[in-house]
């Protein structure tokens, strides 16, 4: 049957009336059986507020109707009610839900699918039993009455009668609620949980056994502080945290097809370099924040912070600029203001008061920006390194609506301008031009890329000069060796050959040195021009201008029959080598390569002012700019539009009702295993608003009044009771009956430790973790050897270690928050990877070590050891019984009493079990 005949059957008038009969039957038939036990609450309200409000709520009423309570259903619109209670047939709500004229249907195509048979039918069982509600329903909150718009205030500390367990604010916003429900808090963790809790919270690695002896053995309290205080001085600390933010900030090494670079950048770790440093200086958040947004705007020539912008460099994509700047728009709302405005792209949100226009205007903030490259001191050559970067590259670029978000229907008529959603624009938004530095916007003028141009060209001569001593040593070497008349001769022409090559490779060295030399004269003439002030666009050079480009065209048409002359003395060469079946081929070569000397020798014989310019920085290529701006040599604009500097401003202002709730949500989560926000990247009306908002105020005005530390916070939240809770439920029967998960944490929650601590713990336990911080990323084929951090492994949507994503290492794409399977495959990684047996041993061996002298043949104690250095915990009397009589039982296998394996075997083999342990994965 033709397939076209078949949907016009299917299209065909008599056919929708047959579906309509069909659906309104089978609606008919569920709302009779359901007529006598629907309830409003539990069955029509919730469709309303999943279809319905967002046009008829609080929001939007179109029509002048409102749908979020029982009364205004009843009450109808503009055209009048819209329901007839006890009619479902006389009533226009049944009748528009429908409806099979998709101009007529409600909800309208764009926002989905029509009602199910089911819906429909306990909307009509609805009114056939009158529509009715309860008396007191209220309305749908005002939008911006939402808690998450609302200014933060600093809430006072409440006055609570455990007072005593209280140790800083937080506890009395926790200890609150405590009474408020009848809960009592579980007693604090022992000194060994504590340290491995707070060791791995603050640093991604265990204690050593030294630090663990120490705070077995401390006198008093003052351990704890003392620990917390040297963790967060501790450089690690910085690693540690580092990969927490990487995580939210979408870190990415690049990746595309083959060597095709489509997403991200080259060199992206500097950027995350950048962010270890900043933790570990402190840097404040709402500065990290500004400078990830707009470093080139705000710091344009310090290369130090301008690897901030990688944050922005990484959403680089090749093939689709629409698709580079929507992801952007998505996860800097998401990431840092915890809106999903991405939901307003085709059309107005239907939960938050965010129009269709919003994300667009979002969007043009972002619109001018592109990526580079720039060049670092000493090194000229970009693909060995660089700094990626952003700048404003399309100034002119106009932002469009796109119709249903749809990119090629763009609503052309009405540009629109940078901007933010009403319900937070708590100040005027100012965008003024930034006038960039002479260097920031001619990166070549920066003298360590002129100086790293001459580094190499000088290398490249020294190394040109050794060559052609090797090729003179040759020949001499063959012209005093006996042999053969003709295979000396053929020998001969080769050596002499190869000095000749080397001889001309001189050559070419020095005069690319010369060429360079002449370009830097000629672009420093027009430099000393434009810094006194008086040149003007488009004006014509000066005499000298023109001579010293005429000087260094010439300079750099003479390189080129250097290098002709070099590739023809290379081909003459080959042509002595080859055998005569392929001398042919090289023959035709070397024609062509004298065609070439030719051309390139006439040349220098043409006056011109045209030279290669040496270039600082280059654009990074896109497949939706025609090709001049993807050469290298691209001019760079002398301004910025000041888009993002006035954006990061925005969302930096302390007025900012989301920055610093979103900020101290994400930390409170990794410290506590939870958030205070379970939707940590949707604050808006459809997220999981607080269990606790007051403590969440509270964090986020003190973060901003200590000057946006985050070690600050780090510290406030690990020194509280509420963080030394013990994570064991034993005894708390009542508290599970009333808050089985924990919501008003009446204990520590356990969590499974991230993928990069796991690999990292074991290491360190090893005493085979490599310290070395800061670099280029270890590549996937090194992974399996290597004993750097795994924040150093080279990471990507296409290159992920196999081991890290077992554990569920963070997705390029989108990671707000950790997910925690529990898979076959972990426990097999733990008992069959090659980390894991490598490092059994040495880990035995370091607790050996560790033991006093007189007890290094005592078990027990190797056996409490292990456990307390591995687990953070003491064996009860079975587990150390049976992990003695294990031991024992080891020692008598052959290879446990072989002369080489001593005691390590046996040990190495419980290190082994207790790195399978649930508790060594975790942080209790």
């Known amino acids: ?34 007529a006598a036990e629907v309830d409003y ?50 009533s226009l709500l049944l009748e528009r839900v429908t409806a099979t004229d998709i101009a007529e249907r409600m909800p309208p195509e764009h926002e989905g699918e029509p009602l199910s048979p089911e819906q429909v039918g306990l909307l009509r069982a609805w009114i056939k039993a009158g529509a009715t509600g309860p008396d007191q329903e209220q309305p749908e909150a005002d939008p911006r009455e939402h808690w998450a718009f609302r200014p933060v205030v600093r809430p006072a500390v409440p006055a609570v009668q455990r007072s005593e367990w209280i140790r800083n604010p937080i506890d009395a916003f926790v200890a609150r609620q405590y009474e408020q429900r009848g809960l009592t808090p579980q007693p604090e963790a022992t000194r060994l949980l504590l340290l491995r809790r707070l060791s791995l919270d603050l640093i991604g690695l265990p204690p050593t056994p030294a630090e663990v002896a120490a705070v077995q053995t401390a006198a008093n309290e003052e351990w704890y502080e003392q ?38 950048q080259p060199h992206i770790w500097h950027w995350r370099d950048w962010i270890v440093e900043s933790l570990n200086a402190d840097t404040p958040y709402d500065e990290m924040l500004r400078l990830m947004l707009a470093a080139d705007e705000l710091h344009p020539n310090d290369l130090g912070k301008l690897r901030a912008t990688g944050y922005l460099a990484r959403n680089y994509f090749l093939f689709n600029r629409n698709q580079w700047m929507e992801e952007t728009v998505e996860h800097v709302s998401k990431g840092f203001l915890g809106l999903t405005l991405n939901c307003a792209k085709c059309h107005d949100h239907k939960y938050d008061p965010f129009t269709h226009a919003d994300f667009y205007r979002m969007r043009a903030f972002f619109e001018p920006y592109h990526a580079r490259v720039d060049i670092l001191p000493g090194e000229m050559n970009l693909a060995r390194d660089g700094i990626p970067r952003v700048f404003d590259g399309l100034m002119d670029t106009p932002t469009y609506r796109f119709i249903r978000g749809q990119e090629s229907n763009p609503d052309k008529s009405t540009p629109l301008a940078p901007g933010v959603p009403a319900v937070l624009a708590f100040k005027p938004l100012v965008i003024e031009p930034v006038e960039l530095p002479a260097d920031a916007w001619q990166p070549e003028r920066r003298a360590w890329v002129l100086e790293a141009y001459r580094t190499a060209a000088t290398q490249q001569l020294a190394v040109a000069q050794n060559k052609l001593v090797a090729a003179q040593e040759k020949l001499a070497a063959k012209t005093a060796q006996p042999g053969a008349a003709e295979e000396m001769a053929s020998a001969l022409a080769v050596a002499r050959q190869e000095l000749q090559v080397a001889e001309l490779a001189k050559v070419v060295a ?57 590739v023809l003395a290379n081909l003459e060469l080959r042509l002595l080598k080859e055998p005569a079946d392929k001398k042919d081929a090289v023959n035709k070569e070397i024609t062509t390569a004298r065609e070439a000397l030719d051309k390139a020798m006439k040349k220098t014989a043409e006056p011109s002012e045209q030279f290669t310019k040496i270039f600082g920085a280059k654009w990074t290529a896109t497949r939706f700019f025609n090709s001049s701006t993807d050469d290298p040599q691209v001019t760079f604009q002398s301004r910025s539009s000041g888009r993002r500097r006035a954006l990061a401003d925005w969302i930096t202002d302390r007025r900012n009702p989301l920055t610093a709730r979103v900020a101290v949500n994400q930390i409170w989560m990794r410290h506590m295993g939870a958030p205070l926000v379970p939707t940590v990247f949707d604050f808006g009306r459809k997220g999981t608003p607080p269990a606790n908002p007051e403590l969440l105020d509270w964090l986020a005005a003190e973060l901003m009044d200590s000057g946006w530390s985050m070690k600050h916070l780090h510290r406030l939240i690990v020194q509280s009771a509420t963080y030394r809770l013990s994570s064991s439920t034993a005894g708390a029967e009542q508290n599970l009956a009333v808050d089985q998960d924990n919501q008003f944490l009446w204990r520590r929650t356990p969590v499974r430790l991230e993928s990069q601590s796991v690999r990292d713990s074991i290491l360190a336990l090893a005493g085979t973790l490599d310290p ?25 949507n296409n290159e992920r270690n196999l081991f890290l994503t077992m554990f569920d290492e963070a997705l390029v794409k989108d990671c707000y928050r950790r997910e925690q399977s529990i898979v076959p495959q972990q426990a097999l990684a733990l008992t069959n990877s090659k980390l894991v ?75 082994w079990v207790l790195l399978n342990h649930n508790d060594f994965v975790m942080v209790r």
Request: hydrophobic share 40%; proline share 5%.
């Open 1 to 34: 049957m033709n397939p076209n005949a078949k949907m016009n059957e299917i299209q065909s008038p008599r056919c929708s009336a047959v579906f309509r009969i069909a659906f309104l039957f089978g609606a008919f038939l569920f709302s009779t059986a359901r």
């Open 510 to 566: 020095q005069a690319e040195l010369d060429s360079l030399e002449q370009r830097i004269t000629a672009m420093r003439a027009t430099w000393a021009r434009a810094e006194a002030g008086d040149a003007k666009p488009g004006e014509a050079l000066t005499d000298a201008e023109q001579q010293a480009a005429r000087t260094a065209a010439r300079s750099e048409a003479e390189t080129a029959v250097a290098q002709a002359r070099l």
């Open 227 to 264: 620990t917390v205080t040297q963790l967060l001085e501790d450089p690690r600390h910085g690693e540690r945290w580092a990969r927490h933010w990487m995580d939210v900030w979408r870190y990415s090494d690049w990746w595309g097809l083959g060597d095709q670079l489509r997403n991200s």
């Open 41 to 90: 609450l539990k069955h029509v309200k919730p469709i309303l507020r999943e279809r319905c409000f967002s046009c008829h709520g609080a929001l939007k009423q179109k029509g002048g109707l409102r749908l979020d309570t029982a009364m205004s259903i009843l009450e109808g619109g503009d055209t009048g009610p819209v329901v007839t209670p006890g009619d479902a047939a006389a």
């Open 772 to 796: 070395s911080r800061g670099g280029p990323p270890v590549p996937q084929a090194s992974q399996e050897t290597s004993t750097r951090r795994s924040l150093y492994f080279f990471h990507s």
């Open 837 to 911: 047996l490598d490092s059994s041993r040495p880990i035995a061996d370091r607790l050996t070590g560790a033991l006093p002298k007189e007890a290094a043949t005592d078990e027990a104690a190797f056996v409490r050891l292990a456990f307390v250095n591995l687990l953070g915990a003491e064996p009860n009397a079975e587990e150390l019984a049976a992990s003695v009589q294990a031991l024992e039982t080891w020692k008598k296998l052959p290879e446990g009493q072989a002369a080489d394996m001593g005691r390590g075997l046996p040990r190495a083999n419980l290190v």
